[in-house]
């Protein structure tokens, strides 16, 4: 029990310290607006990263894909064709969400029009 108390203390000291250090300015804002922007500015970056790691795994997946249809050309009795087709289609997928990002958003939000977020002078 003590272990556990302890293992929660220490990822919520560690989870203060990443805020701090990678989002000084949400962490540090003098008010609601700043915390916001803040917000904005994480959220931009953190899909950013979500791309490039989507795109990476989808090309580690179509390489994969490609030995085992290689493995399935030179000895098609001992190795199937469907797991080399699954590695090859689930890698096209999750590379094209790149691509097909947009029309997801303005699918499930509606089109913006160029605004984005909430104008808090409004509020």
Known sequence: MLNSVKGKIKAALYTGL???LFLPSMVFAQDLAGTM????????????????VSA?????LMIAGGIQLKKYADNP???G??????????????????????TMEETL??????KKGVDLDSL
């Open 18 to 20: 990443s805020a701090m």
């Open 37 to 52: 922007t803040g917000l904005t500015d994480a959220s931009e970056a953190g899909t950013k990263l979500v791309f490039v």
């Open 56 to 60: 990476l795994i989808g090309i580690a």
């Open 77 to 79: 009795q001992q190795n």
């Open 81 to 102: 064709i469907a797991k080399p087709m699954i590695y090859i289609l689930a890698g096209v997928i999750v590379f094209g969400v790149v691509a097909t990002s947009d």
């Open 109 to 114: 939000f509606g089109a913006s029009g160029g």
